[in-house]
């Protein structure tokens, strides 16, 4: 038997940091948004046991440090299940280490599928839990869709959907560790906070203006120079008639919103030319 399930890029709306807490960890307050750029999974079971993963980005590793194969690992662990063989394949659209949630979404897509196949009844909120041993944006990409993360980012509240927009979403070559990131920043010393009350608001209202005015990632005020194409390609989006734009996760993804398909296509040409991962791209609902 073979499951298959899309693992769904995430963005950030906003992402806000509110304290460090003392297990090392950040609480955060994060909007978050599932675009249809996606990897696409299979689980095959096979005849010896234990996990292997396949995937066509070739540095990725097989084994369990491979976050599709670690969610195996958990799944079975925190349900007491016998665990079969079984083979992942990993069809890799999303560009790693990018911010967009690539490695979780993966997981969150074995999750999915794992409780589908072995543990219909088991409830959402314990998926969650299983994949928060993941890391901590996999409880978020298990459901997907337009969300409120809090705490280390599994306390999730549904949110009213993104009205309808394109968005175009470009990585540039450089990359950025998250660990590296979060020790740069000095809570009090943040310039300024995203007014997440006023997103939720503009949310509710409908209001995709209101939203895209509120774009905003704290992650931009400590990013060291060397990432300054990040600020080079966000003033080239608005430019091109985005209605707002802001780094995604920690980075060094940045993207677009545009209300019409026109300029988030133009967009996409204009930035891909110099940046080969450009995406056109939509957002997405809830995976479960
Ligand atoms: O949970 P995950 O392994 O995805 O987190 C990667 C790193 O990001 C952690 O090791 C930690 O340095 C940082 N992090 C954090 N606070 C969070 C989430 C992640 O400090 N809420």
């Known amino acids: 038997?073979?499951?298959?399930?899309?693992?769904?890029?995430?963005?950030?709306?906003?992402?806000?940091?509110?304290?460090?807490?003392?297990?090392?960890?950040?609480?955060l307050r994060m909007v978050m948004q599932s675009i249809d750029l996606t990897d696409e999974l299979t689980v095959a079971v096979r005849e010896e046991p234990g996990y292997e993963a396949e995937t066509n980005f070739p540095y990725l590793p097989k084994g369990e440090s491979n976050l599709a194969v670690k969610a195996a690992v958990r799944f079975f662990e925190e349900t007491g299940l016998p665990p079969p063989g079984l083979s992942i394949g990993l069809q890799k659209r999303i560009p790693v280490c990018a911010g967009m949630g690539g490695g979780s979404s993966d997981s969150a897509a074995v999750l999915r599928i794992l409780r589908r196949a072995y543990a219909p009844e088991l409830p959402l909120e314990r998926l969650e839990e299983i994949g928060s041993l993941v890391g901590s944006d996999v409880p978020y990409c298990i459901r997907g869709g337009t969300v409120l993360a809090e705490g280390r980012g599994e306390?999730?509240?549904?949110?009213?959907?993104?009205?309808?927009?394109?968005?175009?979403?470009?990585?540039?070559?450089?990359?950025?560790?998250?660990p590296e990131l979060f020790s740069l920043v000095r809570v009090k010393r943040l310039r300024f906070h995203p007014q997440t009350a006023g997103l939720l608001a503009a949310l509710e209202a409908g209001d995709l203006e209101g939203v895209a005015r509120r774009l905003y990632n704290v992650f931009e005020d400590v990013l060291p120079r060397r990432y300054a194409q990040?600020?080079?390609?966000?003033?080239?989006?608005?430019?091109?008639?985005?209605?707002g734009a802001s780094m995604t996760g920690s980075g060094p993804t940045v993207f677009g919103l545009f209300r019409d398909r026109e300029n988030a296509e133009r967009a996409r040409e204009a930035l891909g030319r110099q940046f080969p991962a450009t995406f056109l791209c939509r957002p997405a609902g809830r995976a479960v």
């Open 1 to 27: 038997m073979v499951y298959t399930d899309l693992a769904y890029a995430k963005l950030n709306l906003t992402l806000d940091i509110l304290g460090k807490r003392t297990d090392g960890y950040h609480d």
């Open 230 to 243: 990040v600020f080079e390609i966000k003033s080239r989006l608005l430019e091109l008639g985005a209605i």
């Open 155 to 178: 306390r999730l509240t549904d949110l009213p959907a993104l009205p309808p927009c394109w968005l175009t979403v470009c990585k540039p070559g450089c990359a950025v560790s998250t």
